[in-house]
């Protein structure tokens, strides 16, 4: 077990383009997470996924944010059409859905995206 | 204000004990984490503690949870320079059980 990874683990981008992050879980957890993490801040959440289904998903998680997980494992973020309040830290946890549920969340070492 | 409230530093000697506070909003919080950030490594949860229990002690880390003032606070015992790390306080509640964080504490411990 090789924990969370994530990839890119840094990302420079224009503003307007777009870009996509990858997330691969601990192979045995059916939830996945995504945060953003700005300076100074805790993690926010974005969005989760059980299995492959995209469960809930935040406020903050504007109209240009897509999360996809297709078969269960790996997931995706992208975000079209970059805007520098975009740039923070990605990060990405996954974790085992279980009784009682203290969610213990395992997560990666992030994505930085800056966008300039 | 903040769901989840935390100072935002601390800095203690190296073999002192260190106590890091949390405040949170949510009377129907479920489970409280503390998870720690080290530079350039992911978040790594420390320990958890169950609503319906006031103290836990795993090694040098003990946790006490107030539950009638939401006051969570974490002790570490013995505070070494590989301690040095920020802090998260977290809380979850029913349904998603989805952590909401505080800020974060950075512990700066010093010889």
């Known amino acids: 077990d090789t924990g969370v990874s994530q990839d890119p683990r840094h990302k420079i981008t224009k503003r307007g383009q777009n870009v996509t992050f990858r997330c691969d879980p601990i192979?045995?957890?059916?939830?996945l997470y995504w945060y953003r993490q700005t300076l100074g801040q805790g993690p926010e959440f974005l969005t989760y996924f059980q299995n492959e289904a995209q469960l809930e998903k935040s406020r903050l998680l504007s109209d240009r944010f897509s999360a996809e997980r297709p078969k269960g494992s790996f997931s995706t973020l992208e975000i079209q059409r970059t805007e520098q309040g975009d740039s923070a830290m990605y990060l990405c946890?996954?974790?085992?859905?279980?009784?009682?549920?203290?969610?213990?969340?395992?997560f990666g070492p992030g994505t930085r995206l800056t966008v300039l | 204000g903040e769901d989840v409230e935390q100072s935002l530093f601390l800095s203690v000697r190296e073999g002192d004990s260190s106590v890091i506070n949390c405040t949170y909003t949510d009377s129907s919080s479920t489970y409280l984490y503390w998870y720690k950030q080290e530079p350039g490594a992911g978040l790594q949860l420390l320990t958890y503690?169950?609503?319906?229990?006031d103290m836990k002690q795993d090694q040098r880390l003990t946790v006490l949870l107030n539950k009638k003032d939401k006051h969570l606070s974490l002790r570490i015992a013995d505070t070494q320079t590989g301690d040095s790390a920020i802090y998260f306080c977290?809380?979850?509640?029913?349904?998603?059980?989805?952590?909401?964080f505080g800020r974060g504490t950075s512990l700066i411990v010093h010889p």
């Open positions: 503690i169950f609503s319906n229990m």
């Open positions: 192979s045995e957890h059916n939830r």
């Open positions: 977290a809380e979850s509640k029913g349904g998603s059980y989805i952590p909401t």
């Open positions: 946890a996954s974790s085992l859905d279980q009784v009682p549920k203290p969610n213990e969340q395992f």
